[in-house]
């Protein structure tokens, strides 16, 4: 079955950096947009960045700058590079993409999330 699995967060302090990964495996045919969204505590989740099968991407304006989406369509990973952390970027991040398996068969999958946490 298909999965997504998150990996790359932790503990760090405000200013640093983290790189978060979204693996794909399983019975993929291909693979299309890719999105990273996170959650905090008691907030609605929100999207953060998105890259499209094509490599386009997109940016919520909180991140503009600081964080970079990429994707390694070889190895059907996505990351997200987050530079010049903020208190604010604390929070539970997850990968969505949507995902065509060898059956023809195309669904939205989320990956379990990782944790993010700045500290001061």
């Known amino acids: ?35 990273w969204y996170r959650q905090a505590s008691g907030i609605q989740r929100e999207l953060v960045a998105t890259v499209a099968s094509g490599s ?11 964080f970079t989406i990429s994707r390694d369509h070889a190895k059907n ?8 952390l903020k208190l604010d970027d604390t929070a539970d991040y997850y990968c969505k993409a949507r995902i065509t398996d060898f059956s023809g068969a195309r669904y939205d ?4 999330g990782t944790r993010v946490t700045v500290s001061s």
């Open 1 to 35: 079955q298909v999965q997504l699995v998150e990996s790359g967060g932790g503990l760090v302090q405000a200013g640093g950096s983290l790189r978060l990964s979204c693996a794909a495996s399983g019975p993929i045919f291909s693979i299309g947009a890719v999105g």
């Open 56 to 66: 386009d991407t997109n940016y919520a304006d909180s991140v503009k700058g600081r």
């Open 109 to 112: 999958y989320w990956g379990q």
């Open 77 to 84: 990973t996505v990351y997200l590079q987050m530079n010049r």
